[in-house]
């Protein structure tokens, strides 16, 4: 097996085949064109504003042109042969004739089946196709034939079949749900693409997946399609649910989502014309993936993953998409791709289903694909979100299932080409997917991965230049809470709020790229119950970007951040005087502007400023409830401890990293603050009330710009790292102690934790060399102490510039280490 079909089997799963073999793809064609005698017009000669389509015996004829329906219109186009313009005025025409049973492609009912070329074309707005049976508005039935589509809406439209002929509803995967292009050559130009379904069919016997669910507003297999000054709005594709499980078989997996505006397959995409100023839309389209079936009692009776969901917006298999001109505005915006849940377990060591993976809110791309959007007046990927799906429920046998993985808010991109010159990647949004509930013996389910708010990159090929990436987000999915003695789940991790990936092929290239305000944020870990502790919280890495290598020149990171998730709360006092149990770890967070991992990375002429990473949140530790045989109240479950944090705006663990850069200032290594302590239970009126829990420590906070893991050499060339601040997390306060005759003590403070390098911090076997790179005004500082009875200790600041130990630091040229606090360096 190829590497990339093993890859895109392992990430994707293999589309199944439907009802037979899929039809092939064509990816080359003859086209052939004959000159028309004349050009025929058909008028339709009606046009109220409900139009009727009952006519059912028209037969067409040589040489005609008056037809009584839209639908006769386009029987006689086909009859002809090519060439004809159908004219529709202002006005809807309904689609009302059933679908035959079994698809039919002679546009006798259901929808409209083209088989020659013809232009249909009406007044814009005012002139609509809208179809009301269970079919989809329009299908291409001959390939590599021209049919242009001019100043329509084309909406209704509700396929449940993959367009082939005799297949009944719901026994293949459904495609194109407004149009089904097979092999043409469509333009679409002032035309309307709206509220079109296609809907995948449940599995409904054991063994049986959901079916998929392709194209909700246009489906192109092979040929072209041409969109000039168009919109595909408000489309979707929903995939059916697998199957549940039988007493000897397995639940089946839900069905695949793709495309809810448009899915391409080996078809050539083009925006834009070759002259003047085009504008296109894909605007609230969604994509679904269906929920896996769920377990019962058996031998191998296990629930099933959910669906994955791919490009809301757009989903491009192996084809490219490009400009007509250098004129053209593309706006994908508020798109969504949802991945279906994993399915329940069953009994007797049947496991749950994780929750599907999303990927591509606005865009997808995979398999060779190219995506090219250059234009000189932008493109604009806005507000667009994918999240995972939901992992399955546990049981009194097994653990919930893990959260579906969501990758690239706005763009997402597999062993694929994105190609980016001007424009927006803004407000977009991953989301891993909630881990499956527990049981009352077993564990709840890990949050989902969430990958690059903005875009993400998995293997291929990246250039973008001159792109504004603000304000996106991912968000790891958030650790089920525990139900009874079994474990709460943990937060989900989350990479590279703005931007993340990986390529085995190429460096990703960024030139005069602005990355702005995104957020990184690993998931909330689940509450502990009954004495069972607090989950950690997911780590967060890159608040701006996440590479392996990565060249990047000019440009700014700014005010980006890494947050890791909070840790669970603790359970209160169990039962059989359980006691209560202590608050989660916070989540590790690292690189406010950049992580890197594992390759070379070069950085030269951007501004990175104002970043921030932050460990997140300890848990609070668990109520005490209950008393002692005396009478007395018992003692609350201690804080959780702060998460750790390295670089508040660097993180590199990579072989190497060379740095030019104007300035890196005021970047933020903040450490978690450790949880409050769990209050003290009541005594009686003659007892002591319980103690407090003690509050959980802060968190380590290194490298307040940089930090160099271990073995790698980091070359910084005229890279001043000025006020930079690393900060140790503060220590929780101790719980509230229990009333009674005498009221409980506070519980002791947590410790605040140790801040080292406020500049940078060395790992041990790690290299910087500063070579005319000063190092003024960067602090470092310990975390403060927790209140309580006692007191707890506040952390210490060392190397307020550099902090090194087992590590080396070499300067050269002109460099300054100075006015740093509370000292320049701490060394060998």
């Given at each position: 097996?190829?590497?990339?079909?093993?890859?895109?089997?392992?990430?994707?799963?293999?589309?199944?085949?439907?009802?037979?073999?899929?039809?092939?793809?064509?990816?080359?064609?003859?086209?052939?064109?004959?000159?028309?005698?004349?050009?025929?017009?058909?008028?339709?000669?009606?046009?109220?504003?409900?139009?009727?389509?009952?006519?059912?015996?028209?037969?067409?004829?040589?040489?005609?042109?008056?037809?009584?329906?839209?639908?006769?219109?386009?029987?006689?186009?086909?009859?002809?042969?090519?060439?004809?313009?159908?004219?529709?005025?202002?006005?809807?025409?309904?689609?009302?004739?059933?679908?035959?049973?079994?698809?039919?492609?002679?546009?006798?009912?259901?929808?409209?089946?083209?088989?020659?070329?013809?232009?249909?074309?009406?007044?814009?707005?005012?002139?609509?196709?809208?179809?009301?049976?269970?079919?989809?508005?329009?299908?291409?039935?001959?390939?590599?034939?021209?049919?242009?589509?001019?100043?329509?809406?084309?909406?209704?439209?509700?396929?449940?079949?993959?367009?082939?002929?005799?297949?009944?509803?719901?026994?293949?995967?459904?495609?194109?749900?407004?149009?089904?292009?097979?092999?043409?050559?469509?333009?679409?130009?002032?035309?309307?693409?709206?509220?079109?379904?296609?809907?995948?069919?449940?599995?409904?016997?054991?063994?049986?997946?959901?079916?998929?669910?392709?194209?909700g507003g246009v489906y192109c297999a092979g040929g072209g399609l041409t969109l000039i000054n168009s919109a595909i709005n408000n489309n979707t594709v929903t995939a059916g649910h697998g199957a549940n499980a039988s007493s000897h078989s397995n639940a089946s997996p839900g069905g695949m989502a793709e495309g809810g505006g448009l899915y391409a397959d080996a078809a050539t995409v083009t925006l834009g014309q070759s002259s003047g100023v085009t504008f296109n839309n894909f605007l609230g389209n969604r994509a679904v993936g269906g929920a896996g079936g769920g377990g019962t009692r058996g031998p191998t009776a296990a629930g099933a993953a959910g669906?994955?969901?791919?490009?809301?917006?757009?989903?491009?298999?192996?084809?490219?998409?490009?400009?007509?001109?250098?004129?053209?505005?593309?706006?994908?915006?508020?798109?969504?791709?949802?991945?279906?849940?994993?399915?329940?377990?069953?009994?007797?060591?049947?496991?749950?289903?994780?929750?599907?993976?999303?990927?591509?809110?606005?865009?997808?791309?995979?398999?060779?694909?190219?995506?090219?959007?250059?234009?000189?007046?932008?493109?604009?990927?806005?507000?667009?979100?994918?999240?995972?799906?939901?992992?399955?429920?546990?049981?009194?046998?097994?653990?919930?299932?893990?959260?579906?993985?969501?990758?690239?808010?706005?763009?997402?991109?597999?062993?694929?080409?994105?190609?980016?010159?001007?424009?927006?990647?803004?407000?977009?949004?991953?989301?891993?997917?909630?881990?499956?509930?527990?049981?009352?013996?077993?564990?709840?389910?890990?949050?989902?991965?969430?990958?690059?708010?903005?875009?993400?990159?998995?293997?291929?090929?990246?250039?973008?230049?001159?792109?504004?990436?603000?304000?996106?987000?991912?968000?790891?999915?958030?650790?089920?809470?525990?139900?009874?003695?079994?474990?709460?789940?943990?937060?989900?991790?989350?990479?590279?709020?703005?931007?993340?990936?990986?390529?085995?092929?190429?460096?990703?290239?960024?030139?005069?790229?602005?990355?702005?305000?995104?957020?990184?944020?690993?998931?909330?870990?689940?509450?502990?119950?009954?004495?069972?502790?607090?989950?950690?919280?997911?780590?967060?890495?890159?608040?701006?970007?996440?590479?392996?290598?990565?060249?990047?020149?000019?440009?700014?990171?700014?005010?980006?951040?890494?947050?890791?998730?909070?840790?669970?709360?603790?359970?209160?006092?169990?039962?059989?005087?359980?006691?209560?149990?202590?608050?989660?770890?916070?989540?590790?967070?690292?690189?406010?502007?950049?992580?890197?991992?594992?390759?070379?990375?070069?950085?030269?002429?951007?501004?990175?400023?104002?970043?921030?990473?932050?460990?997140?949140?300890?848990?609070?530790?668990?109520?005490?409830?209950?008393?002692?045989?005396?009478?007395?109240?018992?003692?609350?479950?201690?804080?959780?401890?702060?998460?750790?944090?390295?670089?508040?705006?660097?993180?590199?663990?990579?072989?190497?990293?060379?740095?030019?850069?104007?300035?890196?200032?005021?970047?933020?290594?903040?450490?978690?603050?450790?949880?409050?302590?769990?209050?003290?239970?009541?005594?009686?009126?003659?007892?002591?009330?319980?103690?407090?829990?003690?509050?959980?420590?802060?968190?380590?906070?290194?490298?307040?710009?940089?930090?160099?893991?271990?073995?790698?050499?980091?070359?910084?060339?005229?890279?001043?790292?000025?006020?930079?601040?690393?900060?140790?997390?503060?220590?929780?306060?101790?719980?509230?102690?229990?009333?009674?005759?005498?009221?409980?003590?506070?519980?002791?403070?947590?410790?605040?934790?140790?801040?080292?390098?406020?500049?940078?911090?060395?790992?041990?076997?790690?290299?910087?060399?500063?070579?005319?790179?000063?190092?003024?005004?960067?602090?470092?500082?310990?975390?403060?102490?927790?209140?309580?009875?006692?007191?707890?200790?506040?952390?210490?600041?060392?190397?307020?510039?550099?902090?090194?130990?087992?590590?080396?630091?070499?300067?050269?040229?002109?460099?300054?280490?100075?006015?740093?606090?509370?000292?320049?360096?701490?060394?060998?």
């Amino acid at each position: 097996m190829s590497f990339t079909n093993f890859w895109k089997r392992q990430r994707w799963g293999t589309r199944r085949p439907a009802g037979g073999a899929r039809r092939s793809v064509r990816t080359q064609s003859t086209r052939l064109r004959l000159e028309c005698l004349e050009d025929r017009s058909l008028l339709s000669i009606l046009a109220p504003t409900t139009f009727l389509d009952n006519n059912t015996t028209f037969v067409p004829t040589a040489g005609n042109t008056v037809v009584p329906t839209l639908r006769d219109a386009v029987i006689q186009a086909n009859f002809d042969g090519g060439g004809d313009i159908i004219k529709l005025r202002a006005g809807t025409y309904n689609l009302t004739i059933p679908n035959a049973p079994g698809q039919e492609n002679a546009s006798a009912t259901g929808d409209l089946d083209i088989t020659a070329p013809v232009t249909i074309q009406g007044l814009g707005a005012l002139t609509v196709i809208n179809q009301t049976q269970l079919d989809r508005v329009l299908q291409v039935v001959t390939p590599d034939i021209d049919v242009t589509l001019k100043n329509l809406v084309i909406q209704g439209g509700h396929a449940v079949d993959d367009g082939s002929s005799g297949v009944l509803p719901g026994t293949t995967s459904a495609e194109g749900g407004g149009i089904y292009n097979d092999g043409g050559y469509l333009t679409l130009t002032g035309v309307t693409v709206r509220n079109n379904y296609a809907i995948g069919g449940n599995g409904t016997v054991p063994g049986a997946s959901g079916m998929d669910a392709l194209g909700g507003g246009v489906y192109c297999a092979g040929g072209g399609l041409t969109l000039i000054n168009s919109a595909i709005n408000n489309n979707t594709v929903t995939a059916g649910h697998g199957a549940n499980a039988s007493s000897h078989s397995n639940a089946s997996p839900g069905g695949m989502a793709e495309g809810g505006g448009l899915y391409a397959d080996a078809a050539t995409v083009t925006l834009g014309q070759s002259s003047g100023v085009t504008f296109n839309n894909f605007l609230g389209n969604r994509a679904v993936g269906g929920a896996g079936g769920g377990g019962t009692r058996g031998p191998t009776a296990a629930g099933a993953a959910g669906g994955v969901a791919l490009g809301g917006g757009l989903y491009l298999d192996g084809s490219p998409l490009g400009l007509g001109n250098n004129f053209v505005v593309v706006t994908v915006q508020g798109n969504s791709a949802t991945g279906g849940a994993g399915g329940h377990d069953g009994s007797g060591g049947n496991l749950p289903g994780n929750g599907g993976q999303a990927a591509g809110g606005g865009i997808f791309a995979i398999d060779s694909a190219s995506l090219t959007l250059t234009a000189l007046t932008g493109a604009a990927v806005l507000g667009n979100q994918a999240t995972g799906g939901a992992g399955g429920t546990g049981s009194a046998s097994n653990d919930g299932g893990t959260g579906g993985e969501a990758d690239g808010g706005g763009i997402a991109g597999a062993l694929s080409t994105l190609t980016l010159r001007g424009g927006l990647i803004v407000g977009n949004q991953a989301d891993g997917g909630a881990g499956g509930a527990a049981s009352a013996v077993n564990a709840g389910g890990a949050g989902g991965i969430a990958e690059g708010g903005g875009l993400w990159l998995g293997d291929g090929w990246l250039s973008l230049t001159s792109v504004t990436v603000a304000s996106n987000r991912a968000v790891g999915g958030n650790g089920a809470n525990a139900v009874g003695v079994g474990a709460a789940g943990d937060g989900g991790a989350a990479y590279g709020g703005g931007v993340s990936g990986f390529s085995t092929v190429s460096t990703p290239t960024l030139t005069n790229v602005s990355v702005v305000g995104n957020l990184v944020q690993g998931g909330r870990g689940g509450a502990g119950i009954n004495g069972v502790g607090g989950a950690t919280g997911g780590s967060a890495w890159g608040g701006g970007l996440d590479f392996d290598d990565l060249t990047l020149s000019g440009g700014a990171i700014t005010g980006n951040r890494a947050i890791g998730g909070a840790g669970g709360a603790g359970g209160p006092t169990g039962v059989a005087s359980t006691p209560p149990s202590a608050g989660g770890t916070g989540g590790f967070a690292a690189g406010g502007a950049l992580a890197t991992f594992a390759g070379t990375v070069s950085l030269s002429g951007a501004v990175i400023d104002a970043n921030s990473a932050t460990g997140g949140s300890g848990g609070t530790g668990g109520k005490a409830t209950g008393r002692t045989i005396s009478g007395n109240g018992t003692t609350g479950g201690t804080g959780g401890g702060g998460g750790a944090v390295q670089g508040g705006a660097l993180y590199l663990s990579c072989a190497t990293a060379t740095l030019s850069l104007p300035a890196m200032a005021g970047n933020v290594a903040q450490g978690g603050s450790g949880g409050a302590g769990g209050s003290g239970s009541s005594g009686t009126s003659i007892s002591v009330g319980g103690q407090g829990g003690g509050g959980g420590p802060g968190g380590l906070a290194q490298g307040g710009a940089v930090f160099n893991t271990a073995g790698d050499i980091a070359t910084l060339y005229s890279s001043p790292l000025l006020a930079n601040v690393a900060r140790g997390g503060n220590g929780g306060w101790g719980g509230l102690g229990g009333l009674g005759r005498h009221l409980g003590a506070l519980g002791p403070g947590g410790t605040g934790n140790d801040a080292q390098g406020g500049g940078a911090f060395l790992d041990t076997g790690s290299t910087l060399d500063l070579y005319s790179s000063n190092v003024v005004g960067n602090v470092a500082a310990g975390g403060v102490l927790g209140i309580g009875h006692p007191y707890g200790t506040s952390g210490t600041g060392s190397g307020g510039g550099v902090y090194f130990v087992g590590a080396s630091l070499n300067e050269f040229g002109s460099t300054l280490i100075a006015g740093n606090c509370p000292n320049n360096t701490i060394g060998p």
